[in-house]
Protein backbone atom coordinates (compact mmCIF):
# COMPACT_ATOMS: atom_id res chain seq x y z
CA UNK A 1 0.00 0.00 0.00
CA UNK A 2 1.05 3.39 -1.25
CA UNK A 3 0.54 5.79 2.31
CA UNK A 4 0.24 8.74 -0.06
CA UNK A 5 -2.73 7.52 -1.96
CA UNK A 6 -4.28 5.54 0.73
CA UNK A 7 -8.05 5.95 0.95
CA UNK A 8 -9.44 6.70 4.41
CA UNK A 9 -13.01 6.81 5.12
CA UNK A 10 -14.69 9.18 7.69
CA UNK A 11 -17.49 7.87 9.77
CA UNK A 12 -19.77 10.50 11.57
CA UNK A 13 -23.17 11.89 12.02
CA UNK A 14 -22.09 15.33 12.09
CA UNK A 15 -22.21 17.15 8.64
CA UNK A 16 -19.11 19.29 9.18
CA UNK A 17 -16.95 17.13 11.21
CA UNK A 18 -16.85 14.52 8.19
CA UNK A 19 -16.80 16.99 5.51
CA UNK A 20 -14.24 19.14 6.90
CA UNK A 21 -11.90 16.34 8.34
CA UNK A 22 -12.14 14.62 4.71
CA UNK A 23 -11.01 17.90 2.68
CA UNK A 24 -8.00 17.87 4.86
CA UNK A 25 -7.31 14.79 4.52
CA UNK A 26 -7.25 15.24 0.73
CA UNK A 27 -5.22 18.64 1.00
CA UNK A 28 -2.67 16.56 2.61
CA UNK A 29 -2.23 14.15 -0.38
CA UNK A 30 -4.68 11.30 0.80
CA UNK A 31 -8.06 9.87 -0.68
CA UNK A 32 -11.34 9.98 1.31
CA UNK A 33 -14.94 9.00 1.27
CA UNK A 34 -17.18 10.18 4.37
CA UNK A 35 -20.66 8.55 6.00
CA UNK A 36 -22.96 9.61 8.09
CA UNK A 37 -24.04 6.46 9.93
CA UNK A 38 -22.89 2.79 10.24
CA UNK A 39 -25.39 1.78 7.85
CA UNK A 40 -24.03 3.56 5.05
CA UNK A 41 -20.29 2.85 5.87
CA UNK A 42 -20.60 -1.25 5.64
CA UNK A 43 -21.89 -0.34 1.40
CA UNK A 44 -18.83 1.86 1.20
CA UNK A 45 -16.37 -0.97 2.68
CA UNK A 46 -18.24 -3.65 0.37
CA UNK A 47 -17.83 -1.66 -2.56
CA UNK A 48 -14.86 0.26 -2.17
CA UNK A 49 -11.70 -0.78 -1.39
CA UNK A 50 -10.55 1.22 2.02
CA UNK A 51 -7.25 1.09 3.71
CA UNK A 52 -8.63 2.86 7.55
CA UNK A 53 -11.56 4.19 8.81
CA UNK A 54 -12.00 7.44 11.29
CA UNK A 55 -14.73 6.18 13.58
CA UNK A 56 -16.97 8.48 15.83
CA UNK A 57 -17.88 6.65 18.47
CA UNK A 58 -21.38 7.98 19.29
CA UNK A 59 -23.79 7.56 16.48
CA UNK A 60 -27.66 7.04 16.14
CA UNK A 61 -28.69 3.74 14.76
CA UNK A 62 -25.56 1.46 15.60
CA UNK A 63 -22.75 2.92 16.99
CA UNK A 64 -19.20 3.16 16.08
CA UNK A 65 -17.94 0.39 18.86
CA UNK A 66 -20.33 -2.31 16.98
CA UNK A 67 -19.17 -1.29 13.60
CA UNK A 68 -15.34 -1.40 15.02
CA UNK A 69 -16.04 -4.93 16.37
CA UNK A 70 -17.53 -6.32 12.57
CA UNK A 71 -14.53 -5.00 11.16
CA UNK A 72 -11.56 -6.56 13.81
CA UNK A 73 -14.01 -9.86 13.61
CA UNK A 74 -13.72 -9.71 9.74
CA UNK A 75 -10.26 -8.63 9.52
CA UNK A 76 -11.56 -5.29 7.94
CA UNK A 77 -9.02 -2.04 7.55
CA UNK A 78 -8.03 -0.54 10.64
CA UNK A 79 -9.72 1.88 12.95
CA UNK A 80 -9.09 4.84 14.54
CA UNK A 81 -12.01 6.20 17.20
CA UNK A 82 -13.18 9.79 17.49
CA UNK A 83 -14.08 9.78 21.44
CA UNK A 84 -15.95 12.01 23.31
CA UNK A 85 -13.42 14.27 25.78
CA UNK A 86 -15.07 12.47 28.79
CA UNK A 87 -15.92 9.29 27.67
CA UNK A 88 -12.77 7.22 28.78
CA UNK A 89 -15.17 3.72 28.98
CA UNK A 90 -15.48 4.50 24.99
CA UNK A 91 -11.82 4.64 24.57
CA UNK A 92 -10.92 1.55 26.91
CA UNK A 93 -13.40 -0.59 25.34
CA UNK A 94 -12.54 0.65 21.93
CA UNK A 95 -9.15 -0.63 22.89
CA UNK A 96 -10.52 -3.68 24.00
CA UNK A 97 -12.14 -4.87 21.31
CA UNK A 98 -9.44 -3.92 18.52
CA UNK A 99 -9.20 -0.66 17.37
CA UNK A 100 -5.67 0.64 16.33
CA UNK A 101 -5.60 4.20 18.00
CA UNK A 102 -8.75 6.81 18.99
CA UNK A 103 -8.62 10.69 19.00
CA UNK A 104 -10.49 13.08 21.81
CA UNK A 105 -12.89 15.10 20.17
CA UNK A 106 -12.86 18.14 19.51
CA UNK A 107 -9.18 17.53 18.07
CA UNK A 108 -6.48 18.93 15.85
CA UNK A 109 -6.60 17.59 12.61
CA UNK A 110 -3.19 17.86 12.24
CA UNK A 111 -2.81 14.88 15.15
CA UNK A 112 -5.15 12.97 13.48
CA UNK A 113 -3.42 12.96 10.44
CA UNK A 114 -0.28 12.33 12.25
CA UNK A 115 -2.05 8.97 13.71
CA UNK A 116 -3.65 8.37 10.36
CA UNK A 117 -0.20 7.81 8.45
CA UNK A 118 1.47 5.93 12.13
CA UNK A 119 -0.94 3.42 11.73
CA UNK A 120 -0.57 3.20 7.71
CA UNK A 121 2.66 2.99 8.29
CA UNK A 122 2.95 0.29 10.88
CA UNK A 123 0.15 -1.78 8.41
CA UNK A 124 2.18 -1.17 5.46
CA UNK A 125 5.23 -2.58 7.71
CA UNK A 126 3.34 -5.35 8.90
CA UNK A 127 2.31 -6.54 5.37
CA UNK A 128 6.18 -6.54 4.27
CA UNK A 129 7.65 -8.32 6.55
CA UNK A 130 10.02 -11.24 5.88
CA UNK A 131 10.87 -14.32 7.74
CA UNK A 132 14.11 -15.52 7.06
CA UNK A 133 12.71 -18.91 6.57
CA UNK A 134 10.38 -18.09 4.01
CA UNK A 135 9.71 -14.63 2.17
CA UNK A 136 5.58 -15.52 2.06
CA UNK A 137 4.11 -18.04 4.19
CA UNK A 138 5.29 -19.01 8.00
CA UNK A 139 4.58 -22.47 9.33
CA UNK A 140 3.40 -22.90 13.35
CA UNK A 141 1.63 -25.88 15.07
CA UNK A 142 -0.78 -26.77 12.61
CA UNK A 143 -1.31 -23.40 11.17
CA UNK A 144 -0.04 -21.32 8.28
CA UNK A 145 -0.08 -17.65 7.82
CA UNK A 146 0.30 -15.95 4.61
CA UNK A 147 1.94 -13.08 5.01
CA UNK A 148 1.02 -11.71 1.55
CA UNK A 149 -2.71 -12.16 1.40
CA UNK A 150 -2.97 -11.95 5.59
CA UNK A 151 -4.51 -15.35 5.63
CA UNK A 152 -4.12 -17.89 8.93
CA UNK A 153 -5.05 -21.21 7.24
CA UNK A 154 -5.76 -24.40 9.76
CA UNK A 155 -4.55 -27.99 9.24
CA UNK A 156 -8.51 -28.25 7.83
CA UNK A 157 -7.95 -25.47 4.75
CA UNK A 158 -10.28 -22.95 6.48
CA UNK A 159 -8.98 -19.62 6.64
CA UNK A 160 -9.73 -18.33 9.90
CA UNK A 161 -9.87 -14.08 9.84
CA UNK A 162 -7.37 -11.89 11.79
CA UNK A 163 -8.03 -8.32 12.85
CA UNK A 164 -5.05 -5.76 12.04
CA UNK A 165 -4.07 -5.69 15.88
CA UNK A 166 -4.39 -9.54 15.61
CA UNK A 167 -2.38 -10.44 12.58
CA UNK A 168 0.39 -7.83 14.09
CA UNK A 169 0.74 -9.43 17.33
CA UNK A 170 0.90 -12.76 15.51
CA UNK A 171 3.64 -11.43 13.14
CA UNK A 172 5.51 -10.67 16.41
CA UNK A 173 5.70 -13.29 17.92
CA UNK A 174 6.32 -15.42 14.73
CA UNK A 175 9.48 -13.29 13.78
CA UNK A 176 10.44 -13.93 17.94
CA UNK A 177 9.81 -17.10 18.71
CA UNK A 178 10.60 -18.71 22.56
CA UNK A 179 11.53 -15.24 23.09
CA UNK A 180 10.06 -13.55 26.18
CA UNK A 181 8.19 -10.12 25.03
CA UNK A 182 7.03 -7.74 27.49
CA UNK A 183 3.46 -6.09 27.49
CA UNK A 184 5.43 -2.80 27.02
CA UNK A 185 7.63 -4.29 23.84
CA UNK A 186 4.83 -5.95 22.11
CA UNK A 187 2.32 -2.86 22.38
CA UNK A 188 5.19 -1.06 20.28
CA UNK A 189 5.89 -3.71 18.11
CA UNK A 190 2.17 -3.87 17.13
CA UNK A 191 0.20 -0.12 17.53
CA UNK A 192 3.60 2.30 17.97
CA UNK A 193 1.81 3.58 21.32
CA UNK A 194 3.53 4.38 24.57
CA UNK A 195 2.26 2.45 27.44
CA UNK A 196 0.11 3.21 30.07
CA UNK A 197 -0.49 1.65 33.37
CA UNK A 198 -4.18 1.22 32.37
CA UNK A 199 -3.62 -0.40 28.66
CA UNK A 200 -4.99 -3.89 28.79
CA UNK A 201 -4.80 -3.91 24.96
CA UNK A 202 -2.17 -5.98 24.56
CA UNK A 203 -3.87 -8.51 26.93
CA UNK A 204 -6.76 -8.57 25.31
CA UNK A 205 -5.67 -8.85 21.74
CA UNK A 206 -3.44 -11.94 23.61
CA UNK A 207 -6.69 -13.49 25.01
CA UNK A 208 -8.28 -13.13 21.24
CA UNK A 209 -5.76 -14.86 19.27
CA UNK A 210 -5.34 -18.00 21.98
CA UNK A 211 -9.23 -18.26 20.88
CA UNK A 212 -8.52 -18.32 17.19
CA UNK A 213 -4.89 -20.67 17.09
CA UNK A 214 -5.09 -22.42 20.48
CA UNK A 215 -6.38 -25.98 21.10
CA UNK A 216 -7.72 -24.60 24.11
CA UNK A 217 -7.30 -21.18 24.89
CA UNK A 218 -8.07 -21.45 28.84
CA UNK A 219 -4.77 -23.76 28.64
CA UNK A 220 -2.72 -22.10 26.10
CA UNK A 221 0.62 -24.07 24.70
CA UNK A 222 1.44 -21.74 22.29
CA UNK A 223 1.37 -17.87 23.95
CA UNK A 224 2.35 -18.76 27.11
CA UNK A 225 2.20 -16.13 30.00
CA UNK A 226 5.70 -15.33 31.63
CA UNK A 227 4.85 -13.90 35.00
CA UNK A 228 6.06 -10.56 35.89
CA UNK A 229 7.60 -10.67 32.36
CA UNK A 230 4.88 -11.07 29.38
CA UNK A 231 4.42 -13.39 26.71
CA UNK A 232 6.52 -16.06 24.79
CA UNK A 233 5.65 -17.91 21.65
CA UNK A 234 6.44 -21.43 22.22
CA UNK A 235 6.03 -23.13 18.82
CA UNK A 236 8.81 -23.64 15.89
CA UNK A 237 8.33 -21.51 13.22
CA UNK A 238 9.30 -22.82 10.12
CA UNK A 239 9.36 -22.70 6.35
CA UNK A 240 5.68 -24.95 4.72
CA UNK A 241 7.36 -25.11 1.43
CA UNK A 242 10.42 -25.95 2.66
Known sequence: ??????????????????????????????RASVAESAAQARKLLG??????VVLDVMMPGEDGLSLCRYLVESGGAPVILLTAMAEDTDRVVGL??????????????RELLARIRAVLRRTSLVQKERDPVSSERLAFDD????????HLVGSDEVITPLSTGEFQLLVAFLKRPKMVLSRDQLL??????????????IDNQV????????????KPELIKTVWGGGYT??????????
Open 1 to 30: MNEASAHILVVDDHRDIRETLARYLVKNGL
Open 143 to 150: WVLDLSRR
Open 207 to 218: SRLRRKIERDAK
Open 233 to 242: FTADVRDPDA
Open 188 to 201: DLTSGRSPNVFDRS
Open 47 to 52: SASIDL
Open 96 to 109: EIGADDYVTKPFNP
